[in-house]
């Protein structure tokens, strides 16, 4: 029930390609949805987030796509950039304490 | 742009002796986190920290944990007597609204 799953563990895109990472849970009681970008020797940076009443957010090449019935969402990066190669993890937000619950992550690297 | 810092970034220790790991958080920030991350594994909430008291806590976080925030701007992460498997990295994050959380770079421990 506390479980976000995340696939794929790795992806390789070749530049200027679209790089998607999905993530799906089983809590309705999730209400915030973050996407988290991870560099090397690095903690993780927030990237983008989505609340559940919203089914699409866009940030710059970043979009998160969001569905609420299939309790699932992803993360699409158009036009991917050797500068995007990182580990993403998907979280959700739970509780009164508002704890984030981690998906595996997703190392990601882009081919130049 | 402020920031979340945590110190040492390196951290290494006998197995049962205690360590304590630094956390300064952003200066408006109200939450207080602390998370671990065993190499290759999820990232794990252990403890979370709202007006000078434990939130919430979770199954890892047991009696050789402690949390302090002595003078308002320090956050620290205590662990009684090391163990092995205590080797991780331990990120702290901070927030403003309990939402959107911060974190620090980490600090790598390595029990011998």
């Known amino acids: 029930q506390q479980q976000v799953k995340q696939s794929p563990q790795s992806l390789i895109v070749q530049k200027g390609g679209i790089s998607i990472i999905n993530c799906a849970y089983e809590?309705?009681?999730?209400?915030?949805f973050p996407w988290y970008q991870q560099f090397p020797g690095k903690g993780p940076a927030l990237l983008i987030a989505?609340?559940?009443d919203v089914s699409e957010k866009k940030e710059g090449r970043f979009t998160i796509s969001f569905n609420k019935s299939a309790k699932q969402f992803s993360l699409h990066i158009m036009d991917s950039q050797p500068g995007d190669s990182a580990t993403y993890f998907c979280a959700a937000l739970a509780g009164n304490n508002r704890k984030l619950i981690w998906g595996l992550g997703t190392s990601l690297a882009v081919n130049p | 742009e402020p920031e979340v810092t945590q110190t040492p970034s390196h951290q290494v220790t006998q197995m049962g002796q205690e360590v304590i790991l630094r956390c300064v958080p952003i200066s408006n920030h109200l939450y207080f986190y602390w998370y671990r991350q065993i190499l290759g594994q999820k990232v794990e909430f252990l403890v979370s920290f709202y007006n000078n008291e434990i939130s919430e806590k979770s199954e890892i976080f047991d009696d050789q944990f402690s949390v302090e925030r002595p003078d308002g701007s320090n956050f620290t992460l205590k662990i009684r007597s090391t163990k092995l498997e205590d080797s991780a990295m331990y990120f702290c994050?901070?927030?403003?609204?309990?939402?959107?959380?911060?974190f620090g770079a980490g600090t790598r421990l390595s029990v011998l």
């Open positions: 994050a901070s927030s403003v609204d309990s939402s959107i959380q911060y």
């Open positions: 809590n309705t009681a999730f209400d915030y």
């Open positions: 989505i609340r559940p």
